[in-house]
Each structure stands twice: as C-alpha cells, then as structure tokens.
C-alpha cells in the first residue's frame, strides 16, 4: 500500500507542470487576443482599413494558434495522467504478484493493459 501511494505522489509534479502551463498559456492567449480586439477597436475608430484587415487577419490567426496550443495542453495533461495510471496498475499487479492471488493478478494485467493502450493513442494524439 505504501508502494502505491508513493507511485502515485510521484506522478504529481508531472500533472502540475501540465496543469500549470495550459493555465500559462491561456493567460498569455487571452492577453494577446485582448490586444488585438483593442487595437483593433482603435483602427476601427479611425476607419483604417488597411490597419482593420491586418488586425482582423492577426486576430483569426491567434485564435486559430491558441484553440491549437489549448488542445495540446489538453492532450500533455491527460498524457501525464495515464502515465501516472500506468504507473499505479504497474504497483497493483506487483502486489498482486507477490500475493499470489490469480484472479487479483488477471485484473491488474487487464487494468495495466488497458491502460497502456489507452497512454499509447494518447502519446498518438500527440506526435506531429
């Protein structure tokens, strides 16, 4: 049992480095999706065309940038996850290994490949 809670405490940092950079890179979305529309209020003000498209054109593509950085910060985070799954169903068929108990050891072979499987399309989802 301590095993298990020791895997699981170990696997923190990597969810919090996830959690802590999409939390970051909204932040910097946001402020600069914010400039833009600004900017772009001040061109419209001053009936600027040529400034309007430019910042409306500058506007979509940080969307569009930051809708995809998102996603990816979305996919890390739950990559982080089911490694620390892997990890966790790794300690439990160990345990049930050493108990001796077959059924025990059955689950946590299904429990660990599934989750595998499960980190491998996410490790998919994110590969270029």
Do not use: F, N, Y
Not at 46 to 67: F, H, N, T, V, Y
Not at 85 to 111: F, K, N
């Amino acid at each position: 049992m301590k095993a298990t809670v020791l895997l699981s405490l170990a696997a923190v940092p990597a969810l919090l480095l996830a959690s802590t950079g999409a939390h970051a890179l909204d932040i910097h979305c946001a402020e600069k999706i914010d400039t833009l529309e600004a900017s772009l209020a001040d061109a419209r003000a001053e009936a600027d065309p040529e400034r309007i498209g430019g910042l409306e054109e500058a506007l979509r593509r940080s969307r569009a940038e930051c809708e995809g950085q998102d996603l990816r910060a979305q996919r890390e985070e739950r990559l982080a996850q089911l490694q620390a799954e892997v990890a966790e169903d790794r300690q439990e068929l160990h345990e049930a290994e050493r108990e001796g108990d077959v059924d025990d050891i059955l689950d946590a072979r299904r429990d660990l490949a599934e989750a595998k499987w499960e980190m491998e399309e996410a490790r998919r989802a994110l590969a270029p």
